[in-house]
């Protein structure tokens, strides 16, 4: 009978810390998981609520400027910090640049209003006026190329013919 209970004993014994042992091992992996999960969750919330249309757009060669204007049609609202992060490409159709963004528009350079901005923020229906230089807008009617990314990966592009 002793040995029964020394045996029993033994098995109870490594059965509690086998347990231990796996707790301590999973416990950390579902606590990170739950973590990325969460943040995964908060981003595609963000994704979902941000939405962009381009409404219309203007290019010339003769000043080599193109105007172009936005209207955030989301739920969310953008910063204005974000959006001088954003990537500008402008050119002609199988020739364009990405710009720069700067406070005033030069060759290779892109700057934004928020019209209608009170707060700095691109907030739902407002329209953001982007303007943007460069000698890659080809000559009259041909096609102009433009997209618009925001740093979360939105993008919205469109072809447009060039004005006089």
Do not use: C
Request: hydrophobic share 40%.
């Amino acid at each position: 009978m002793s040995s029964e209970a020394f045996t029993t004993a033994m098995f109870l014994i490594a059965a509690i810390i086998s347990a231990g042992v796996l707790i301590n091992a999973v416990f950390p992996v579902i606590y990170t998981l739950s973590g990325t999960i969460a943040s995964s969750s908060h981003k595609v919330d963000e994704r979902l609520s941000v939405d962009v249309k381009i409404v219309t757009t203007y290019a010339s060669d003769r000043n080599d400027t193109a105007r172009i204007w936005i209207k955030n049609v989301g739920t969310g609202r953008i910063a204005g910090t974000e959006i001088r992060k954003a990537d500008v490409f402008l050119g002609g159709q199988g020739d364009f640049v990405r710009l720069t963004w700067k406070e005033a528009v030069t060759d290779g350079a892109w700057t934004h209003e928020i019209l209608e901005d009170t707060n700095n923020y691109w907030d739902p229906g407002e329209t953001l006026y982007i303007e943007a230089e460069t000698q890659k807008i080809p000559a009259t009617e041909s096609v102009v190329y433009f997209q618009f990314v925001l740093p979360t990966g939105l993008s919205r592009s469109t072809t447009f013919n060039a004005g006089d």
